[in-house]
């Protein structure tokens, strides 16, 4: 299983992007899928989450601004997170991860993609 981030870049502030992570390889079930970020000197945070039906969660710096949404078809199994209304703080490497079953008989563990930068910069 591995998960593909792609979307980064630079933006100004107040402008939008939009994040997207795919899963490739053989999944029996995804749970929960979310994105964290990493800004330079600070420990990775949970930016948001989505379970597997639909219910999210948002750290307190990007409510209202920011939006996870997943597409759970099975040739699919994509989150993306649309950033709105940007700010330099936002600035960070944005890392996808999602909570996998991979086969029916093995315990669920994470996964995570490779990173992909946003640089919040006029």
């Known amino acids: 299983v591995q998960l593909q981030a792609s979307g980064g870049g630079l933006v100004q502030p107040g402008g939008s992007l939009r994040l997207s992570c795919a899963t490739s390889?053989?999944?029996?079930?995804?749970?929960?899928m979310g994105w964290y970020r990493q800004a330079p000197g600070k420990q990775r945070e949970l930016v948001a989450a989505?379970?597997?039906?639909?219910?999210?969660?948002?750290a307190d710096s990007v409510k209202g601004r920011f939006t996870i949404s997943r597409d759970n078809a099975r040739n699919k199994n994509t989150v993306y997170l649309q950033m709105t209304t940007v700010e330099p703080e936002d600035t960070a490497v944005y890392y996808c991860?999602?909570?996998?079953?991979?086969?029916?008989?093995?315990?669920?563990?994470?996964?995570w993609g490779q990173g992909t930068l946003v640089t919040v910069s006029s």
């Open positions: 390889g053989y999944t029996f079930s995804i749970n929960e």
């Open positions: 991860n999602a909570n996998i079953k991979q086969y029916i008989g093995t315990a669920p563990r994470d996964y």
């Open positions: 989505i379970s597997s039906g639909g219910s999210t969660n948002y």
